[in-house]
């Protein structure tokens, strides 16, 4: 069974860091492209990273790019998010997600890890 | 930039009755990269649609997903108790790499 299952989330203050993890079972992380998208109180979804399978290419929002990098540890079937320079606006539930190849599309999600950048 | 707008905002119906959701892009969106999202409170996403018409394992046949170019559509055959809930759309293209749009709420009438 595929499961993704996020952590590291947590109070922080404005211009802090933080790193969440996101970690994989039932499939293997690196053969599939993995994503970040976030969720702000009461508000849509936002893409924040993708990170393909294969070279590994990155990229970024550009509310988050500079600040945050997106990458996985293929021994620990494990995806990260190390985010720096927070700011308020960057609170948020953020959840990893699993593409459908080639889709676009996110088939498999985590339940989410809340971020809450606040002094 | 594409831009998503979906419409109505909100859409009030009641159960056994058929759901349309609109998705306008401000530019051309690949079929191949068009998705269909249901969220309920304290959830996360749940795919329904990829590839603009192509149910997700486990998707009941009562969704399903239309269009091209710029205007997309999800449509619900009949509500369930179940389909109450926020539907989001989502493109894969060049700038921004993915983009979703704002929402449309299903409530029950």
Same mark, same amino acid.
């Not at chain 2, 749940?46 to 149910?55: C, K, P």
């Given at each position: 069974e595929v499961q993704l299952l996020e952590s590291g989330g947590g109070l922080v203050q404005p211009g802090g860091s933080l790193r969440l993890s996101c970690a994989a079972s039932?499939? &293997?992380?690196?053969?599939y492209a993995m994503s970040w998208v976030r969720q702000a109180p009461g508000r849509g979804l936002e893409w924040v990273s993708i990170i393909y399978s294969g070279g590994g290419s990155t990229f970024y929002a550009d509310s988050v790019k500079g600040r945050f990098t997106i990458s996985r540890d293929n021994s620990m079937n494990t995806l990260y998010l190390q985010m720096h320079?927070?700011?308020?606006?960057? &609170?948020a539930v953020y959840y990893c997600a699993r593409e459908v190849p080639g889709s676009g599309n996110y088939d498999y999600w985590g339940q989410g890890t809340q971020v809450i950048v606040s002094s | 930039e594409i831009v998503l707008t979906q419409s109505p905002g909100t859409l009030s119906l009641s159960p056994g009755e058929r759901a349309t959701l609109s998705c306008r892009a401000s530019e051309s969106v690949s079929s191949n990269y068009l998705g269909w999202y249901q969220q309920k409170p304290g959830q996360a996403p749940r795919l329904l649609?990829?590839?603009?018409s192509s149910r997700a394992t486990?998707?009941?046949?009562r969704f399903s997903g239309s269009g091209s170019g710029t205007d997309f559509t999800l449509t619900i055959s009949r509500l369930e108790p179940e389909d109450f809930a926020v539907y989001y759309c989502q493109q894969y293209g060049s700038s921004p790499r993915f983009s979703f749009g704002p929402g449309t709420k299903v409530e029950i009438k």
């Amino acid at each position: 069974e595929v499961q993704l299952l996020e952590s590291g989330g947590g109070l922080v203050q404005p211009g802090g860091s933080l790193r969440l993890s996101c970690a994989a079972s039932g499939f &293997t992380c690196s053969s599939y492209a993995m994503s970040w998208v976030r969720q702000a109180p009461g508000r849509g979804l936002e893409w924040v990273s993708i990170i393909y399978s294969g070279g590994g290419s990155t990229f970024y929002a550009d509310s988050v790019k500079g600040r945050f990098t997106i990458s996985r540890d293929n021994s620990m079937n494990t995806l990260y998010l190390q985010m720096h320079s927070l700011r308020a606006e960057d &609170t948020a539930v953020y959840y990893c997600a699993r593409e459908v190849p080639g889709s676009g599309n996110y088939d498999y999600w985590g339940q989410g890890t809340q971020v809450i950048v606040s002094s | 930039e594409i831009v998503l707008t979906q419409s109505p905002g909100t859409l009030s119906l009641s159960p056994g009755e058929r759901a349309t959701l609109s998705c306008r892009a401000s530019e051309s969106v690949s079929s191949n990269y068009l998705g269909w999202y249901q969220q309920k409170p304290g959830q996360a996403p749940r795919l329904l649609i990829y590839g603009t018409s192509s149910r997700a394992t486990g998707i009941p046949d009562r969704f399903s997903g239309s269009g091209s170019g710029t205007d997309f559509t999800l449509t619900i055959s009949r509500l369930e108790p179940e389909d109450f809930a926020v539907y989001y759309c989502q493109q894969y293209g060049s700038s921004p790499r993915f983009s979703f749009g704002p929402g449309t709420k299903v409530e029950i009438k």
